[in-house]
């Protein structure tokens, strides 16, 4: 199909006789590097905005209830003087704070046991990587308790320790992943090995680290509601006082921001897995 002005949309020959490229193509062929544009393409008006419409539908339907619901003096005492407030940014903090020391444990931890001289310790930093997220997460948390105390350091061991195996295991598997061939072509232009591991390995393994990295954030948005058993607050403290006292208005309150947080927490790392990708590197949603 030939264009007004006398060129072919498509490619071919144009009106003068010379040779044209697709619309967009700049003569070349193959697939095209996966750079701004191409991010720009993959990150979609329904990405950016079904879910945050979706949890924003969601929390104002969960607030018109919560106002016509009947409150009595305990449920009152439970959400007075802004303890929801002070119970979301607690769990915000445990979250981020125990993400922040997955990512200096398991990334390093993780170049480390790809490395010629520590490969061999890799079945045993797995198998402790396995046992931490293996035990369960209350049993986890009570045993620290015992051993360090009530407060929010017992807590957030246990949500590091709980956390650690995805990012670890991601970081190793996408080091492995990565092609023998360009690792020797690498070495060969005369770069040293810690370029090699910074320019080569590193970059190719981004898309299954920051897989990984996503794990574990939805992983610990949910075990910060267990940091209420070891004196962490969080969500947690009105989920167990919902509970407990049988109020379903607070109840349903903490288990709804609970669910509301870690959706915004999974979709905003579903955006920065996507926007962190090195150029080059083509990536599904």
Known sequence: ????????????????????????????????????????????????????????????????????????????????????????????????????????????????????????????AMAFANMGQATPALGLLALLVIWLGIGRRSALIGIIVYAVL??????????????????????????????????????LAVPLILAGVRTALVLNVGTATLAVFGGGGGLGVLITTGITSQRMPVLVLGSVLTVALALLVDWLASLAELLLRPRGLEAGT
């Open 166 to 203: 995805p990012v670890l295991s991601n970081t190793i598997a996408g080091l492995r992943a990565n092609d023998p061939t360009l690792l020797e072509a690498a070495r060969g232009i005369g770069m040293s090995p810690m370029d090699v591991l910074t320019r080569v390995e590193l970059p």
């Open 1 to 124: 199909m030939r264009s007004p002005t006398g060129r072919q949309d498509e490619g071919g020959r144009g009106s003068d006789g010379t040779l044209t490229a697709p619309d967009g193509d700049d003569g070349e062929r193959g697939p095209r590097p996966a750079g701004p544009a191409r991010t720009a393409r993959r990150i979609t008006w329904r990405k950016l905005i079904v879910l945050p419409a979706v949890l924003g539908a969601v929390l104002l339907a969960t607030w018109l209830w919560f106002r016509q619901a009947e409150l009595d003096a305990l449920s009152e005492n439970a959400l007075a003087n802004g303890a929801v407030t002070k119970a979301l940014w607690q769990h915000v903090q445990l979250t981020a704070i125990s993400t922040f020391f997955v990512l200096i444990i398991a990334i390093p931890l993780g170049i480390l046991l790809t490395r010629k001289t520590f490969r061999k310790a890799t079945p045993v």
